[in-house]
């Protein structure tokens, strides 16, 4: 499985951002996508997740309501939509995947940098 993440960027308080993960090598049908950011002196953390199958969503209370994920099955990616941005969202984002079920995220894309400017 490989993902691969794009779109970030340097954007102003209040401004919006799209990141997209393409996904490829898989059958993704059982796994979970996510998104997790990672801020300078800090610890990667969750951002967002959905079942590539139904389309569940999940989200950190800290993005609730300003970032929106979603997943395109004809193309093959993830994407995360960023509204409100702020400036304690600049971080490296990352993709990932994971099965359905399991405990660890066993796949990361490459990080993408988000910068919030304010």
């Known amino acids: 499985v490989q993902l691969q993440a794009s779109g970030g960027g340097l954007v102003q308080a209040g401004g919006s951002l799209r990141l997209s993960c393409a996904a490829s090598g898989g059958t993704f049908s059982s796994y979970v996508m996510g998104w997790f950011r990672q801020a300078p002196g800090k610890e990667r953390e969750f951002v967002a997740s959905i079942t590539w199958s139904g389309g569940m969503s999940s989200y950190a209370d800290s993005v609730k309501g300003r970032f929106t994920i979603s997943r395109d099955k004809a193309k093959n990616t993830v994407t995360l939509q960023m509204n409100s941005l702020k400036p304690e969202d600049t971080a490296l984002f990352y993709c990932?995947?994971?099965?359905?079920?399991?405990?660890?995220?066993?796949?990361w894309g490459q990080g993408t940098q988000v910068t919030v400017s304010s």
């Open positions: 990932a995947a994971k099965l359905r079920g399991g405990s660890y995220w066993n796949y």
